[in-house]
Nanobody
């Protein structure tokens, strides 16, 4: 299974950016999908999560500015980031709980991170 993230880069404060992450492989079902981030010198933190039923939750620091969504037909999760702040600068990682074909167990997978830099 591969989690391929797209998006990221340099953006000015107040701007917007959209991240996407597509899952590839022999996947039976995908449960929770999420975005985490890790700033330099900080621990990795949950940014937003969306369940297979569409229920979402967000870190307090991004509520009202970020929106997570998913396209189950494309095995893809998105993160729309608006009103970006310099403190949003971090490496962003997608994450998913899924069941592989031929298995009954839920396993957790991480994508490689994508850098988001917000300049002031």
């Amino acid at each position: 299974v591969q989690l391929q993230a797209f998006g990221g880069g340099l953006v000015q404060a107040g701007g917007s950016q959209r991240l996407s992450c597509t899952l590839y492989g022999s996947i039976k079902s995908i449960h929770d999908m999420a975005w985490y981030r890790q700033a330099p010198g900080a621990q990795r933190e949950l940014v937003a999560k969306v369940t297979r039923y569409g229920t979402t939750n967000y870190a307090d620091s991004v509520k009202g500015r970020f929106t997570i969504s998913r396209d189950n037909s494309e095995n893809t999760v998105y993160l729309q980031m608006n009103s970006l702040k310099p403190e949003d600068t971090a490496v962003y990682y997608c994450n998913a709980d899924l069941i592989l074909d031929g298995s009954v167990f839920v396993r957790n997978y991480w994508g490689k991170g994508t850098q988001v830099t917000v300049s002031s």
